[in-house]
């Protein structure tokens, strides 16, 4: 039974069939994976040059890796928020990152994003699962979002002039900042309204980065309209160059069906022009997105007509159909952050409706027109000064406490309070965004223990599963009660790891394999953990993985496993690694030893495949591939299998099932 809220705003759930996300990665992802050196090509200002040279992070630590699903849909019923009026219809899912999952145009009958009722979670995010379809919210680093999956705190908040809001917020460990993102839809309105807040209680600068995207629906007619003439591509393949959507070799990429592969295009708007971009139909509707002067990006993603999009489209939307993406966010484009000022408080206001164009002019040869038209529809639809107008009161509301809560979010927050009381740092103003002790589960626990004076050798059962970042943490597990714990050992050497202080990190893991008191799982993530740092260090000197430390890197891998042969996602790392530096044989030693987790993960029977293929065993190989391998975990791009094939069954065509290359 649905529980209806005062006005336009209704709790109830919704029928989904999807993979559970699953137990998280329990390895702490400490290794130098997220940096990534885009190439800059021809027309790309030294400006943004410099922003894609700022703010990267070597990896998603403190979060954990989220991989733990598969392709195991069933149907489940997922709480969900209905903002409703005469106009429109949104549904919210708090707890799958609040998420704007629908945006139903009442009068059009027409779905303004790209939705459906069978999700398939795949390896696209920072933390790996995600999925397609709906709005999302992107904070961090380039990314879908460490919080894309995870429940968000949720509430309803009436304000005293009369707003009905669904506030949805987070405190994201990556950047230590708080989000929150506040959605209402007045009376007869024909846009939803959100405001978004981001809060900086740090005393130094923290790069940020936000981009809302939205999926679409992928038509024969939809054409993309934003009032640039030119913009900065990027394919995947090549460098960041300035092109122009219109005559981008050969064909007018706003049409999303004219584009062969998968491209994104963020439009260079100049100056003080209006930030909006709208996908129109061949009736003329589709999303608008509008907003004030501070979100400046704007984006169009297109999967591409290739193989690789279409198989990657059917494999996260089983028979919805084609989509696109347009994107709004703080940066021109989303190779960069901006360095936000200590103790800073960035907001917005963003608009969402259907453009409502008149498909003559938004779909004829004209470009000019087209995006002159488009503009003066949505100045219609939603006046800029309209929206900058509202900015100050929602501010003022961003701090007005929630009336009804509705879910709990993670208890990060909660420790990071209690942290920052402790050493006596600023904090936000909790008012409108409290974080509630009932949020604090087994993950935060122990950490708060530590905060209130418990010591990791008072406790022998403690085997946190989680992991924090911080001086103060190190501080806290280095003092005299917990220098003898070899999981306090353990948590600074993965600290140190994690910023990828390798000396440090390898001579506090060797202290825990010295400690007599490690438990099986500690030696086993230690080993692990010197193993990494080992092939690291190797790959910066002069011998690289030639050296004698990246062989033993490797030996320390393997001995991870063995003190831990229950840990396939350490199996799966130790295989992956012994593959990739050149020692297949020492993987299929690896494989032998759990034949039962061969069988049932699929991730490890390619890799047995591949490591057959290494040895030279190319029918071995093909037989695995011909029998079948599903990879829940596949990488965005990954052509691993594609690839593979072509290799062992030379002159036979790469299945359509093993196509995932973006080009």
Request: charged share 20%; aromatic share 8%.
């Amino acid at each position: 039974m649905a529980r209806v809220e005062p006005s336009n705003v209704t709790v109830t759930t919704i029928p989904l069939t999807m993979a559970d996300v699953g137990r998280s990665n329990p390895l702490p992802p400490v290794a130098s994976e997220l940096q990534q050196s885009y190439l800059v090509g021809a027309g790309v200002p030294e400006e943004l040059q410099a922003s894609t040279r700022y703010g990267g992070v070597p990896n998603i630590y403190p979060y954990l890796t989220q991989d733990g699903y598969t392709r195991e849909a069933t149907p489940r019923v997922v709480t969900a928020v209905v903002l409703e009026n005469s106009k429109l219809k949104v549904t919210v899912l708090p707890s799958l990152g609040g998420r704007i999952w629908e945006l139903f145009d009442k009068t059009a009958g027409k779905h303004l994003l790209h939705t459906h009722h069978s999700p398939q979670v795949a390896n696209l995010a920072l933390r790996n699962a995600w999925f397609a379809g709906g709005l999302e919210w992107n904070i961090g680093t380039r990314g879908h979002s460490p919080t894309t999956c995870d429940p968000l705190h949720a509430a309803i908040v009436h304000t005293a002039d009369g707003k009905h809001i669904l506030r949805l917020w987070e405190y994201e460990r990556l950047r230590e900042v708080v989000f929150q993102v506040d959605l209402w839809l007045p009376t007869n309105s024909e846009v939803l309204l959100a405001a978004v807040r981001i809060r900086n209680p740090n005393d130094h600068d923290v790069p940020m980065y936000w981009w809302s995207n939205a999926a679409i629906p992928e038509t024969d007619g939809t054409r993309v309209i934003a009032p640039a003439d030119e913009a900065f591509g990027s394919d995947y393949a090549a460098a960041i160059t300035r092109v122009r959507p219109t005559d981008h070799e050969g064909y007018d990429a706003t049409w999303l069906v004219n584009n062969p592969h998968a491209a994104d295009y963020f439009f260079d708007i100049e100056g003080p022009q209006r930030r909006w971009i709208v996908a129109a139909d061949d009736d003329g509707d589709g999303l608008a997105m509008m907003s004030t002067g501070l979100l400046r990006g704007r984006k169009l993603f297109v999967w591409g007509q290739g193989r690789g999009g279409k198989r990657w489209q059917e494999w996260l939307s089983p028979g919805a159909g084609p989509y696109a993406e347009i994107q709004g966010g703080l940066a021109q484009t989303q190779f960069e952050h901006l360095a936000m000022p200590a103790g800073a408080e960035w907001a917005w206001v963003e608009a969402y409706g259907n453009g409502h164009l008149d498909p003559e002019t938004s779909h004829g040869p004209d470009w000019d027109a087209a995006v002159a038209h488009a503009g003066e529809r949505l100045e219609h639809l939603t006046p800029q000064a309209y929206l900058e107008e509202m900015l100050p009161a929602a501010l003022r509301d961003g701090d007005v406490p929630p009336s009804t809560m509705l879910s709990v979010g993670s208890g990060w927050g909660v420790v990071e309070r209690a942290r920052r009381r402790k050493t006596g740092r600023e904090w936000i103003d909790e008012s409108g965004t409290p974080f509630v002790n009932e949020s604090v589960t087994g993950e935060q626990r122990p950490w708060l223990e530590l905060l209130s004076g418990k010591e990791f050798g008072e406790r022998p059962d403690v085997d946190a599963p989680s992991f924090v970042a911080g001086a103060d943490w190190e501080e806290l597990l280095a003092t005299a009660g917990n220098q003898a714990s070899p999981e306090a050992q353990f948590h600074v050497a993965t600290m140190k790891h994690a910023r990828q202080e390798l000396a440090g990190a390898m001579d506090g893991y060797r202290a825990v394999l010295a400690n007599r008191h490690a438990r099986a799982r500690t030696t086993a993530l230690a080993h692990r953990g010197l193993g990494l740092a080992m092939i690291a260090a190797s790959l910066e000197g002069p011998d690289g993985l030639d050296g004698l430390d990246g062989l033993e890197g490797l030996a320390e891998l393997v001995k991870g496993v063995e003190a831990d042969p229950s840990a396939v996602p350490l199996l799966i790392e130790a295989v992956t690694l012994c593959i990739r530096h050149g020692h297949p044989q020492a993987a299929l030693e690896l494989l032998e030893k759990s034949p039962g987790a061969v069988a049932v993960v699929g991730r490890l029977k390619f890799l047995k495949a591949a490591a057959l293929a290494g040895i030279g065993d190319d029918d071995g190989a093909a037989a695995i591939l011909r029998g079948g391998v599903e990879i829940p975990d596949l990488r965005e791009g990954e052509d691993a299998i594609a690839h593979l094939w072509e290799r062992v069954c030379p002159g036979e065509p790469v299945p359509e099932k093993y196509t995932f290359g973006m080009r």
